[in-house]
Each structure stands twice: as C-alpha cells, then as structure tokens.
C-alpha cells in the first residue's frame, strides 16, 4: 500500500508540474505543440505498459475464471514483473530532470531576474528575453496596482506568488472556474473509463480474456497516433475549436456505443467505436487540457492554481473511476454511456460559450485578457 501511494503521488506531482513548467519555458506560438509532447510521452508510457504487460503476461486457458487466474503465474508473479518494468522509465526521469533549467518566470516572481534572463537567453535569444522580461514585468507590475491600489513602484513590495486565497479572490474567479470545469470535464468525458476498465467493456461485447489483452494494445496504438495529431494541430486550429471537437464527438460516439450495448449488439463494431471515442479523445481533450490549465492561470498564482486544477482533475478521474460499476450495475453499458453523452454535450455548450481561445499568445497576454478587476 505504501510503495502504491508513492507512486501516485509520484504521477500527481508530474502531471502537475511538467505542463506548468514547459508552458512557462516555451514561446508562444509552439507552446501548444511543446505542452502536447508531455501528453505524448504519456501515451507512449501507456502504450509501452500495455504492450509489456501483454507479452508478459501468460495465454489464459479457456474457461479460467478469477480463482483460477488468481492461482496462476500471472495472478501470482506476473503482476510483480508488470510493476517492476515501470522503475526504469521512472529512474530515466529522475536522472534527465536533474538537468533541467529553472522556470524563468518562476525566477523573475522571486525577483532574480539575471538568472531568468540566462535561461531565456538559451532558449530564444538576447532580443526574445529582452521583449518576455518586460512582459513579465508589466504582468507583475499591473498585478500589484491592481490588487493593492498603489503605484508602479509598489510592485516590489507585492508578495512575488499568490496562495489560495488570493486564487480565490475576485480577480482571478472566472479564469479558476473555467479551469475547474475544463480539468473535471476531462474525466467525466467518460474515456478513462475505456482505460481503466477495458476489460469489462470488452468482455461485456463478447471478447475472451486474449482477445481483450490484443484489444487493449490496438486501443494505446490508437492513442499514440492521435495525440501526434493534436500536437500537429493545436497551434494551428486552437485550443476551444479542439476541445468543441472533441466534446461534440464523443457525445456522438458514445450515443452510438450505448445504443449498440442497449441492442445487445457485439463484435467488431464494438471495438471500432471504442477506438473512435480514444481517437476523438487523443487529438482533443486528453492534450488539450493539460494546454490549458498550463498557461490560462496568471504568473502569481500558476503555480498555486495548477495544484487546485490537477487535484480537481484526479478528484474527477476517482469519482469516475468508482460510479462506472455503480453505474454500469444499476443502469448497464447503455445507460451509462449515455450519462457520459450527455455529460459531453454540456462540455461541448460550455466550451462555446465560455472558453477563450489562447493560441498565439503570450502567458503575460492571456493574464490580461482573462483576469478582470
């Protein structure tokens, strides 16, 4: 139990942190694609995991139920194999991260302004450090009249980063809110659950215990390629018009997939529609979202406000990952991806008429645009 609570709060403080930090050091106009790679290497993790535990895993005899594959090398030993290949990439990270520069802007809230000057320096030049250092002060300096009333020199007095309750403070309400919303809706989209519970899916369309491990690669395969896509494509169309995208067609797909469950249906189809809603989910809101939260929150309060977003996002992933039996018991498959559709199609209106669009500009642009006084 502890060594499993490490790691999840290992993959808490990753989520959280590798979006905030590579928002921060990317220029604006690949800051989408750049947040988007760290999605990417998410998925190949997941892939990786998922083709492993496939080929380590032993073929399953017709007929075992879950004593017998309890009983077996796999429910005895091969789950342990399963965990152990995952130290490797873990220690890969941790040795590739201790060669990571600061963030520079989490340098100039500090007020070393040399040492976020050096970095900027390395990743754009003299000309492009020069024209983020004053946008960064402006960002600051605006901050600091705004909230406290005083003049432009008052700025250095100003606290260098926010806490809770100025996150929760007037200004900076709305742009919380629409984090919220976006961070929770990710999960209850209902895709995680294809993940989390791809066996029972499968099954459930009348696959055997081999066939569904095959499936479940084809689905991470399926993954891998669609985010290359929403790396290609959200510095090009943007951010809300993926997130519409994605939010409008899984409420499609999943009306379909409960319709077919409803119709007792199985087979092929089954997986191809599951491979739809992943692919819909892999080019928008799987990446999209974790670009959002990254760079929506303003520089005083990014980094306190990007813990509050992640732990509302797993909070989500929980309460979805623990109401699917409820729900898949009370109502069946149908009903519940019904629920999720309709809970898509409240995205989908959300989105519309709240999200802003962000690509193309600057973290000091965006504070402007979304914080109101």
């Known amino acids: 139990a502890g060594a499993t609570s490490a790691m999840y709060i290992g993959i808490g403080v990753a989520s959280n942190l590798s979006p905030m930090y590579i928002a921060e050091v990317a220029p604006a106009h690949v800051r989408g694609r750049l947040v988007s790679l760290n999605q990417l290497t998410i998925v190949f993790g997941i892939l990786g995991a998922q083709i492993v535990n496939w080929l380590i895993a032993e073929p399953v005899p017709a007929g075992f139920g879950p004593a017998e594959i309890l009983a077996s090398w796999n ?3 091969g789950w342990r194999w399963m965990f152990w290949a995952a130290a490797f990439p873990a220690a890969l990270f941790l040795l590739l991260a201790l060669f990571l520069p600061e963030s520079p802007r989490w340098l ?5 302004k040399k040492k976020a000057e050096k970095v900027l320096i390395k990743i754009g030049g003299e000309a492009y ?4 250092l004053d946008n960064m002060e402006v960002a600051q300096t605006s901050a600091a009249d705004g909230n ?35 961070a929770v809706f990710q999960q209850w989209c209902g895709t995680n659950v294809i993940f989390n ?11 055997t215990l081999d066939d569904v491990l095959f499936n479940i690669v084809v689905t991470g395969v399926v993954n891998v390629i669609f985010t290359f896509i929403a790396i290609f494509t959200v510095d090009r169309f943007g951010r809300r018009a993926l997130m519409m995208l994605g939010a409008g067609g899984l409420a499609g797909i999943y009306i379909i997939l409960g319709t077919c469950y409803f119709l007792h249906m199985s087979g092929i189809l089954m997986v191809v529609l599951v491979v739809l809603a992943i692919a819909c989910y892999a080019m928008s809101l ?14 005083r309060v990014r980094g306190v406000a990007m813990a509050v977003g992640t732990f509302a996002l797993w909070a989500a992933c929980f309460v979805l990952t623990y109401t699917f039996p409820l729900l898949n018991k009370a109502l069946g498959s149908s009903g519940t991806f019904w629920i999720y559709g309709g809970i898509c199609i ?16 600057s973290l000091e642009e965006l504070e402007k645009q979304l914080v109101k006084e």
């Open 197 to 207: 519970y791809a066996q029972e899916i499968f099954q459930s369309a009348g696959f």
């Open 148 to 182: 406290s009333g005083n003049t432009r020199e008052a700025a250095a007095v100003q606290p260098a980063e926010g806490g809770l309750k100025l996150l929760f403070s007037h200004p900076y309400r709305k742009v919380l809110i629409i984090g919220l919303v976006v």
């Open 346 to 361: 409240c995205g989908f209106v959300f989105f519309l008429r709240r999200l802003p669009e962000t690509k193309g500009k």
């Open 108 to 112: 100039a809230t500090k007020g070393d």
């Open 75 to 77: 429910g005895q030993m």
């Open 286 to 299: 799987g990446p999209v979202t974790w670009v959002l939260l990254s760079e929506i929150f303003p520089n």
């Open 129 to 132: 450090a020069a024209e983020e």
